[in-house]
C-alpha cells in the first residue's frame, strides 16, 4: 500500500525540498522517540503527505530543530515536528502492522511474520489510543480478504474499501473539514489501490492470483492501457478537487506537486520498463 504518495523532488523549488524533507525527518524523529526503532524503519513518504496537508489546512504550530541523523553525519538535519506528525507516526504503525499480517496470511513471509510480531504490542497500544481508527482498519482487512477471495471483479467496489479506510485515516478532527479530508482520502486510497493492482498485473497473472485489473487486461487487452490510465487518473482528479476545495495556502506548492506529479512517478517508472522491453524484443526480432 506504501511508497506511491510522494512528491516529485525535480519539480520542488530549493526552499520546498528543504520543508519536504525537514517533515519526512521529522517523522523518522516520532517514530523513534514514541515508538522505537522497529518503528523507525517502516518509515515512508506516504504519512509525510497527511502530515503536510493537516498542517497547512490547520496552520499547525511546528517546532523547529535540528539534529546529526546517524545515516547522513556529516551536516545536522533541520527537522519540523507539530501534532500532525505525531498522529501520522501512530497511522503509520497501525498502517503497517496490518499490510504485514496481511502479507504473512497471503505470501507466508516469515520476516515479515517476526516484524509483525515485533510491532504486535505497539499495535495494541495505539488501538488502544485510537480505537475508531483501529477498529476501521481491521474491518478493512477482513473485508478485503473476503471480496479478494471471492474474485471480485467490480473495480470500485474492491478500491471503495481502501479509500474509505484512508478516508477515515485522513478525516482527522471531527469538524468542519472532516468531510472534505474523508473525500480526499478516498479517492486517494482507492488510486493507491489500483496503482499497486496495476505494477502487480503481470507477476499476479503468472502466478494465478487475484488482481482487479485481471479481468480488464483480459477482455480488452488491446485498450487495456488507455482504460487503466483513464480510471487511475478519474481516482486522482477527484482526490485533487477536494484538496483545491480546501482553504491550504501553506505548503500548497509542495502538496500540489505530490497530487500533480508525485503520484505518478511510479507509473512513469512503469511505462519507460514496459517500453525498455518493447524495444529489446523488437531488436531480437
Known sequence: MFGYISANIKSLSEENKEQYQAYYCGLCRVLRQDSGLKAQMLLNYDMTFLIILLTGLYELETEEST???????????????????????????????????????????????????????????????????????????GRLELLETQGEQNIDAISGLTGEMLGDIFAWRDDIWSEELHCLGFYMGKFIYLMDAYEDLEQDVKKNEYNPFSGLAKEKPEDYETLSKLILTSMMTECAKSFERLPILLHADILRNILYSGVWSKYEYLQLKKQKRRDRIEKSV
Open 67 to 141: 539534529f546529526l541523523c546517524p545515516l547522513h553525519p556529516r551536516n545536522r538535519k533541520t527537522i519540523y515536528i507539530n501534532e500532525a506528525s505525531r498522529y501520522a507516526s501512530d497511522m503509520n504503525i497501525l498502517l503497517s502492522y496490518n499490510n504485514l499480517v496481511d502479507d504473512w496470511k497471503d505470501d507466508k513471509s516469515y520476516p515479515k511474520h517476526v516484524y509483525s510480531m515485533m510491532l504486535k504490542k505497539e499495535y495494541q497500544r495505539l488501538s488502544e489510543k485510537y480505537p475508531k481508527q483501529a477498529q476501521v482498519l481491521e474491518q478493512y482487512m
